[in-house]
């Protein structure tokens, strides 16, 4: 990783201070155009078409960005600012100069002038009266390179007090667009900053996502029709900004764009197309939903403590949601949140909506007047959550949807404590626990009695006690036997009951046969409990629980992938 490499105390000690000029800087990308503006370019720069021949391609941008460059040092000099700084021209001459050539400012008239010249050692030359002084961060790396080294912090250390550090590296990715108007980022790149500065958990400056967005939109422009911009490639470039969520109306202009190259391209899925088309595709889509399930795989599993500490924790639950009497929605060991980022999105359901389930089977509550908290221990995907409610355009989850970096237990006997009850309790693909057989390979699981795996009897207790009397809890996993040691935890507590499906499941083995995937893990089960009993009748469901448009990363990834999921739901005994 770039951060790494340039060392963590090194990097941080580039950071600029809090009273730096461009604080509050607003990139100017809308004037980064394929057709840029040339009717100021003759006021420094006299010899245009011969510069254009030393500057990188798309020349005309390249020479946009010098020019309004130069602008800034001739409103200094107009200043009679005392010290006259070259490290933003020195930064765009780095890479907009074609090697050889250089860079050279000089006055004629009291007037700053600039020209290319013939010059191998250097791409800019400049009077002994202008600085080159200390570089910040953003002079010498570009907005992805920066994505990078926020996304290194956010993964590498759980330490709160790094988000500081995060904020400002993001602070230096919006100087660097303001200064270069994203003509370093080409091709599909201004996506992969975008969902890294997501991944890394940036909280609020929608202005750096909504400059990104800019950026992809005028570099599909400029390359969209080309035939080396593969389909693929602009597939991931909308799949990232989605993953990232982004504003609607850069969005739905981005991927409009995207559905006509592709279909150019002669791209054939008919429902994605519409979907591009349509305004519908976006963060709860199932492709970019997998972006995010690739990286929760790739971290690493944050072990539960076997006992609740003492450190007299108490949430404050008034000020972190706006109305404690909304019952709440939880998701124990929530991942990335997907599931209810956008849950918190949907409407209520209507009065002709009858019963806890729809037409297709999937669970409809009155969505929209209920609060959401997430429990997760993974640090870096707590910070991902709260970043997207932070910059959340709707502003329907500011103030009703929060994540916790809290172990489930504690954070269910906090939950006690707050006013409004629970109306359900989610518990979605969490980490098997290891099968005790000695060729199942899995020995890096927690043993089902180790206290480690996160579903114990003291956890289903709790839920029992937080659940109100219309709440539920809903269990997905994609392990059999798992669903069915769930169910029978339940059942065995006395308080929970199960509810019975619209679509129950007959036949579990046809349904891994038509997945053409039947896990292994199934077989070694059945071999050593060959009377087990199975995750079939009509309290499994053979389809979704949850509404489509709020299924967990997890879900996401095995709907793509054609795998098999265990669906199961319980209520408070009538009894």
Known sequence: ???????????????????????????????????PPTS????????????????????????HVLHCTICKISNELGNKTSEIHINDLNAVTSYLVKQDYAVELYRCHDEIKWRLIPNSSSSLVYPAEFILGDDELYHQ???????????????????????????????QAEKRLALTMGSDLRGSTSSDACFNFALAGVQQMSSLFLSLCRIGIHELQRTGARSSFRPKQILHMVEKFAASDLPDECALELYSLASTYL??????????????????????????LVWLWRFSSRQRKEVPPTEIPNNNLSI???????????????????????????LALLNTKTEAEQGIFDNAGRLQLNWSEYNYAGTELNQAMVNFGNGVISRDPTSKRIGRVHFFCLPAQEFLGQL?????????????????????????????????????????????????RLLLKFGYLLFQTKCED???????????????????CMNPVQDIDSQYSKSGKRPARVDLWLQANPNATRAI?????????????????????????NTVVHRCLFKLNSK
């Open 141 to 171: 790396y570009n907005a992805l390179e920066l994505s990078k080294m926020a996304l290194d912090i956010a993964t590498s250390s759980s330490d709160i007090s790094q988000r500081l550090d995060i904020h400002d590296i993001a602070k």
């Open 1 to 35: 990783m770039i951060a790494a490499s340039f060392g963590l105390q090194q990097m941080t000690a580039r950071l600029p201070s809090c009273t730096s000029v461009y604080a509050s800087v607003v990139c100017p990308i809308t004037e980064l155009s394929i057709n």
């Open 263 to 288: 279909q150019m391209k002669g791209y054939n899925d008919a429902s994605l197309m519409a979907q591009l088309k349509g305004g519908t595709f976006g963060f709860s889509s199932p492709r970019p």
């Open 316 to 342: 404050a639950w008034n000020e972190i949601f706006n109305d404690t009497s909304k019952p709440m929605v939880v998701d124990v060991g929530s991942g990335m949140g997907a599931s209810i980022l956008n």
């Open 40 to 63: 100021e370019w003759h006021k420094f720069c006299k010899e245009i078409d011969e510069t254009m021949e030393g500057l990188v391609s798309p020349a005309p941008e390249s020479f």
């Open 537 to 561: 009748g009509n309290t499994f469901s053979s389809t979704p629980i949850l509404p489509a448009a709020a299924q967990p990363e997890t879900g996401a990834q095995c709907q793509l992938d």
């Open 482 to 500: 798992v669903a069915v040691h769930l169910r029978n935890e339940c059942l065995g507590l006395g308080k929970l009951e199960m509810v019975a």
């Open 416 to 464: 006690e404590q707050y006013p409004g009850g629970t109306v359900l309790v989610m518990i979605n693909f969490p980490s098997p626990y290891r099968l005790e057989v000695s060729s199942a390979g899995n020995s890096q699981l927690p043993s089902i009695d180790s206290g480690q795996f996160i579903i114990t009897k003291n956890l289903l207790a709790s839920i029992g």
